[in-house]
């Protein structure tokens, strides 16, 4: 079990009373450091940085993951914990975390010191959880994440293997809870952009649970269906196929979720969780209109205020 240690306060932080801080206008507002996420690279984040930096002065860094860096990850399969499903994220990750490392230092370098935002995509944001259990929390001040699946698969289903070989199951036993805290806050951000179908036409069960009826942490907003008497349309073949990849994540294949991780994933218990109707998974093959994703301009006006504060 994870004991959690003594919060600490980053450098720029005083102890001691102050005066009410200036406007927004006139502070300077902490960088952000986004983790790309599985097989992403850190050009598929250029444009949110450009947002963040120009229509909000938001100062950030992306970690430095090309394409064929994910290729390092396949060095897990001589380790004999991948095939028992126990597989711990060092050595096989310790690549990505030093990348983080180098940009977490890059940012605070070119913001004079003091803290940064996490922003982690994807698996981004759970590896950004492992960073901070490996080098502290006393760098950060947030960690906000989009889409990213913390939890690990259930056990015991029929047809769900772990993607992550036990590295999920890691994070939950080994990394710090969520907290939302004055000095650290967790925020999850889940999409809600296609429904997954099983393929079996059993019976529906009796309701849809959402991560905010069985999360005791924090909830800004969650989006659910309106109340419908009408029978449901028949799955398409999207959705089917879709409802395949949610099962592999949370064991179940009829929920909502961002086309790639579920709605039930992307939420942590004591974040502040937040859930976007019409928001697709990743930067690939999005649209900022028809397909928006996490970062597509729109989409960041509703999670940005977290960075500001």
Not at 137 to 153: A, M
Not at 204 to 225: F, K, Q, R, Y
């Amino acid at each position: 079990m994870y004991v959690l240690p003594t919060p600490t306060s980053c450098s720029s932080i005083s102890t001691k009373s102050s005066p009410p801080p200036p406007p927004a206008s006139a502070r300077r507002l902490r960088p952000a450091v986004i983790l790309p996420g599985l097989g992403n690279n850190s050009g598929d984040y250029e444009k949110l940085a450009s947002t963040l930096g120009q229509a909000h002065g938001v100062r950030s860094a992306v970690a430095r993951v090309s394409r064929l860096d994910w290729l390092r990850n396949a060095a897990g399969l001589l380790d004999p914990n991948y095939w028992k499903g126990t597989l711990r994220p060092s050595p096989v990750l310790d690549w990505y975390l030093d990348r983080v490392r180098q940009a977490v230092l890059e940012a605070k370098s070119d913001a004079g010191g003091g803290c940064v935002s996490l922003v982690g995509h994807s698996a981004g944001g759970w590896l950004a959880r492992v960073y901070m259990e490996r080098h502290g929390r006393s760098d950060v001040s947030l960690l906000l994440t989009l889409g990213t699946p913390h939890l690990p698969p259930p056990k015991g289903v029929p047809g769900v293997i772990d993607q992550t070989r036990g590295l999920l199951d890691y994070v939950q036993n080994n990394c710090a809870p969520a907290v939302y805290t004055p000095q650290l806050k967790y925020v999850c951000v889940a999409g809600r952009y296609i429904q997954g179908a099983r393929l079996i036409s059993n019976p529906p069960p009796p309701e849809l649970i959402l991560p905010a009826d069985s999360n005791t942490g924090i909830v800004e907003s969650i989006v659910t269906e309106s109340g419908n008497s009408a029978p449901p349309p028949a799955p398409t073949f999207r959705a089917l196929f879709v409802g395949q990849g949610y099962k592999q994540v949370c064991g179940r294949a009829d929920v909502w979720g961002d086309g790639v991780v579920p709605e039930v994933s992307a939420h942590l218990e004591g974040a502040l969780n937040i859930s976007l109707d019409g928001v697709y998974h990743s930067p690939v093959g999005a649209d900022d209109v028809a397909r928006p994703w996490y970062g597509s301009p729109a989409v960041v006006e509703k999670w940005i205020h977290h960075l500001l504060d």
